[in-house]
């Protein structure tokens, strides 16, 4: 259950009003959100707030499947409390089914036909409500296609395997979940990433006193070896099976002769830079506290 301090938060947020209102408003009304904003309209103290310039960076992961065709989809919103409501996983999961059977060609395409879905949701909500991304998966017959929401959805994963196998899908799912690789394999690596990073490691070899009388060639096996170790933990095949960490997710793949086609990884949030607040101590201080 929220507490009053964050309820005093997400009231000043949806209204505009001050925070000595927002907490009068909450006693008058039983700490119901809804009412107390409403209770705020009516003695004209509300705001109309401009959502446009609020930053949504909560909100929801979520995948919607039809047998070996899936879609990933992130929603945001501005606080936990409405990432948690059900009016808010109604939204998002309606947004998911209607991206995964409209054949969309771009984001922008699918945003517009979402867009409708928005209007009640963010009157009802009272918060920024964004659509920021999808994608989409279309397995080949005969694969394994698996979903995993993890954290109630704060991080969500698609994972496209060569061969059926419904509980390797998951395992390697969750392990995409736990590490957040960059790369299936080493193959996938784009040449001019590893260059780039060649180069640097090049360069702090050569910085490096105790490698400065070190012969070219074992210089390059050296530099080889730390490029190897830097991608290692970006590489989803060199990394511990969550269900057998002794063996990396590629040994396991190997025993079992399957092969990883693809995965998608989500986190709520992930790039967007959030407004860091010390709200209690704010309401603290003009509580009087």
Known sequence: MATNIELIKILRERTGAGIMDCKNALAATGDDVDKASDWLR?????????????????????????????????????????????PFKELVAQIADKVLNGNFASFEEANA????????????????????????????????LTGYIHGK????????????????GKGIAMTVAAYSPKYASFADIPADVIEAEKK??????????????KPEQALVKIVEGKVNKYFSESVLEQIGYIYEPEK??????????????????????????????????????????
């Open 153 to 168: 959805g704060k991080i969500g994963v698609l994972v496209d395997i060569e061969k059926a196998d419904e509980e390797l």
């Open 113 to 144: 036909a979402v867009a409708p879905l928005f209007t009640d949701a963010t009157v009802k909500l009272g918060e920024k409500l964004t659509f920021r991304r999808f994608e989409l998966v279309q397995a080949a017959e005969g694969h394994s």
């Open 200 to 213: 640097v490691q090049l360069e702090a070899c050569k910085n490096d006193e105790k490698l400065k009388n």
């Open 42 to 86: 009516e003695k004209g103290i509300a705001k109309q707030a401009k959502k446009a310039d609020r930053i949504a960076a909560e909100g929801l992961v979520t995948i919607a499947q039809n047998g070996l065709k899936a879609v990933l989809v992130e929603v945001n919103c501005e606080t936990d409390f409405v990432a948690n409501s059900d």
């Open 248 to 289: 990396t997710v590629g040994q396991v793949l190997k025993e079992k002769g399957n092969a990883v086609v693809r995965f998608v990884r989500f986190q709520t949030g992930e790039g967007i830079e959030k407004r860091v607040d010390n709200f209690a101590e704010e309401v603290a201080k003009q509580a009087g506290n």
